[in-house]
């Protein structure tokens, strides 16, 4: 799915009714309507308060996963990554051409709203622009060689069995796109990542596009305690766009 980059650039603009559209039948969307950007794997590690232990063994699922390099070096220190997102119905020859005509045009669409971000990490645009191709280049190469580690779906649906893996992360979909997802959808998706995993779901962000907290967030943290499960507004070390430095965590069932 698209990543934030380059939404946030147009966060000072009137969103118009196609681009609302487009989200709201995002199952529909064609390949030149979706941003194929992705982060690496130390950001994964910084957003969502990983170190290398919790993933050592551990079946991790990636969603939606887009052009990020986790998986290809989760998988180096021992994990059983898998991940998911919409983008993956596509040709990998025709994901790579794309996404790195993203970062190009992402690029130069942030020159102008730099202000927004917060830079400590990357220095510079052209040190962002290393990142996310660092990122694709990662992404496309483990994609050639564990295809099947890739998974085309659309959610709020998932093709995995119950609790099949020890950890979900889901980095800049949900909350990020609060104005275009709604509700709903939102608990539907989390109840479906709920599903799949054995006992953790970190979300990252909880803020929208315009770093406010996610408006729904107390009462979707009711429902989940209502079905027990212990959640959690964690502050992360990671920081790019302003105010987007907390993850939600939910653990199942009050485990221990």
Avoid at 48 to 77: H, M, Y
Avoid at 80 to 98: F, G, H
Avoid at 127 to 138: F, N, V
Avoid at 170 to 181: E, K, M, N, V
């Amino acid at each position: 799915m698209s990543r934030d980059e380059q939404s946030n650039s147009r966060v000072e603009k009137k969103k118009n009714s196609r681009e609302g559209n487009r989200f709201n039948n995002y199952g529909g969307l064609e390949l030149s309507q979706i941003v194929f950007i992705g982060r690496t794997f130390e950001e994964y590690m910084k957003m969502f308060n990983l170190t290398v232990e919790d993933l050592t063994g551990k079946s991790i699922l990636d969603c939606p996963g887009g052009a990020c390099s986790f998986s290809s070096q989760a998988r180096k220190l021992g994990a059983d990554p898998v991940a998911v997102d919409m983008a993956y119905k596509y040709e990998i020859d025709e994901l790579e051409v794309k996404g790195f005509q993203d970062i190009e045009h992402t690029m130069k669409q942030m020159e102008p709203v730099q202000s927004i971000y917060v830079w400590d990490q990357f220095g510079s645009i052209q040190g962002l622009k290393e990142e996310r191709t660092h990122a694709i280049t990662d992404c496309i190469a483990d994609m050639r060689k564990i295809p099947d580690r890739y998974v085309a779906s659309v959610l709020p649906d998932l093709p995995f069995a119950d609790e099949q893996f020890d950890l979900t992360l889901s980095a800049h979909f949900l909350f990020t796109y609060a104005d275009r997802l709604d509700v709903d959808f939102h608990i539907a998706t989390i109840m479906e990542l709920l599903r799949v995993s054995k006992r953790e779901v970190h979300i990252f962000p909880t803020v929208d596009l315009s770093g406010e907290r996610y408006k729904h967030m107390d009462e979707l943290k009711l429902i989940l305690e209502e079905r027990g499960c212990t959640v959690s507004e964690e502050p992360t070390s990671y920081e790019f766009q302003r105010n987007a430095h907390t993850m939600l965590q939910i653990v199942k069932y009050n485990r221990t």
